[in-house]
């Protein structure tokens, strides 16, 4: 169920509003990486009236279960942050802008404001590209496929040392020894 406010009427008589709520995870339609299915996004807006439309100051928080990009566990990360988007009632050009510290958006229907979908992209925004349960993760070993996070191996270095070009010259000289 999408959530929507009617900004018109909300700041009818007022040049500012604040709005704290909590929407359920699974509410957002996200996409499948986010399994953190039972909780809550905590959510903070202050929005302002403007001549050509609202300034909406967005805070997010919530702890997401995501997968590590690197060893494929799933871990929690908190996940927090702020936003600033001006939802303009006049046309952009491209529809969408965005400068240093705002993004600049259409405002398509002023009496039904989708704040769903502004959550939904402020959760992107706010995840981090590369999702790591810890900054050293050692990942997954591609000779052996263990986790070395759990059970370290020295495959790598292995495959390195035979693979290096002073081990293929021993190869050689040791043939020639042979000889
Ligand atoms: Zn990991
Ligand atoms: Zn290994």
């Known amino acids: 169920m999408a959530l929507f406010i009617n900004l018109k009427n909300e700041l ?29 996004v905590d959510v903070q807006m202050h929005i302002f009236k403007e001549k050509d439309g609202y300034l909406v ?41 965005q400068e240093d510290d705002l993004i600049a958006k259409e405002l398509e229907d002023e009496e039904k404001f989708n704040v769903s979908e502004l959550l939904r992209e402020e959760i992107l925004i706010q995840t981090p590209m590369k999702a790591l349960c810890d900054e050293d993760c050692q990942g997954i070993c591609p000779v052996c496929g263990n986790n070395k996070n ?30």
Do not use: H, W
Not at 150 to 178: I, W
């Open 57 to 97: 100051s967005l805070s997010i928080k919530s702890d997401v279960q995501l997968e590590c990009d690197r060893c494929l566990e799933k871990f929690n990360m908190d996940l927090k942050g702020t936003s600033n988007v001006f939802l303009s009632k006049k046309k952009l050009s491209g529809g969408e802008l």
């Open 150 to 179: 759990e059970n370290p191996c020295n495959c790598e270095e292995k495959q390195k040392r035979e693979n290096s070009p002073f081990a293929k010259l021993q190869v050689l000289l040791d043939k020639k020894k042979d000889k």
């Open 12 to 40: 009818k008589n007022e040049n500012y509003i604040k709005k704290d709520f909590s929407v359920p995870f699974k509410s957002l339609d996200l996409p499948k990486e986010y399994s953190s299915k039972d909780k809550d």
